[in-house]
């Protein structure tokens, strides 16, 4: 069972928004569960005077501009105290580029929780330009959290699901898995399924062969953290069909999904890979993202 305490706060950037404030809800939630600080961060750029780039700004603006953040933090950390107690929450008020920062923020923390903005299917499949390039681009995990309820009666009891390849991003991913599904006293659903070239190329071959070669990958892939944590039960499940749609389907019954950033033939600090990529657009679970 997982009782050490991680390392590096739990960053989230604050703005306002409804997405924003379900980061903070989740961030409080996950720092309480790993006996992490919660670190709130507010980014104020830089004014951009569209018609008069030399203009003087108007006398007081710097000054209501910083009193906007502090009103904005203020509430966040109202929010993060009202989802949980006893965390330590730090608030910050930044300036310079809001992507450039909060990527350059993200060495220094343990995961960063980004919203996703909007309801509905269409809105889910958008994430905002921020919380796009940090999950492609963060130094850390990413946590996607979207502002829809479960549909599960009771998400609490709900397994963590996670993606299995082979691939380095995948071992991450594992390990956050299981680290997770431990602390949060709950089952494991590992999947191992075609690549997609794969399902496109080798219509022929049959699926026991395929499905005795993926059991195979899963038990070599999961043995050592079985091992480590013997407290979380693990379901496998090896499917002929592409990897996002089972993950897709099978997060309905999932409380957290877990991805690599990439999986097999992946290049480090390429755009986020189609299986990842697709997964956290679709999902209405919190989705988190190793970076291998």
């Known amino acids: 069972m997982s009782t050490a305490e991680s390392t590096g706060a739990v960053l989230v950037g604050v703005d306002g928004s409804v997405s924003s404030r379900v980061a903070v809800d989740w961030g409080a939630r996950y720092a309480k569960l790993h006996n992490q600080p919660l670190r709130l961060v507010n980014i104020i ?156 190329s080798m219509p022929g071959q049959q699926f026991s062969e395929f499905e005795q070669r993926g059991q195979e990958v899963l038990a070599e892939r999961l043995a050592g953290y079985s091992e480590r944590y013997p407290d979380v039960a693990v379901r496998r499940i090896v499917v002929w069909d592409k990897p996002a749609n089972t993950l897709i389907e099978q997060s309905d019954n999932a409380q957290l999904v877990v991805v690599g950033s990439h999986g097999r033939g992946g290049f480090t600090g390429m755009l986020l890979g189609s299986v990842s990529a697709s997964v956290v657009q679709a999902v209405r679970m919190p989705v988190i993202v190793a970076r291998a």
Request: charged share 20%; with cysteine; hydrophobic share 45%.
């Open 45 to 200: 750029s830089s004014p951009v005077m569209m018609a008069w780039p030399e203009a003087p700004l108007p006398d007081g603006y710097l000054q209501w501009q910083e009193e906007q953040s502090r009103d904005l933090l203020d509430a966040a950390v109202a929010t993060a105290a009202e989802a949980v107690t006893g965390v330590e929450v730090t608030t910050e008020i930044l300036s310079g580029p809001t992507v450039a920062t909060m990527i350059e923020l993200t060495r220094e923390a343990g995961i960063v929780v980004v919203g996703c903005r909007g309801r509905g299917a269409l809105a889910r499949g958008l994430l905002g330009s921020v919380s796009s390039t940090l999950v492609r681009h963060a130094h850390c995990p990413v946590a996607v959290v979207h502002d829809e309820d479960p549909l599960m009666a009771d998400p609490a009891k709900a397994p963590v699901l996670v993606g299995i390849d082979g691939s380095r991003a995948s071992e991450a991913a594992t390990a956050i898995a299981f680290d997770e599904a431990s602390r949060r006293g709950v089952d494991l659903v590992a999947v191992h399924a075609m690549s997609d070239a794969d399902v496109l």
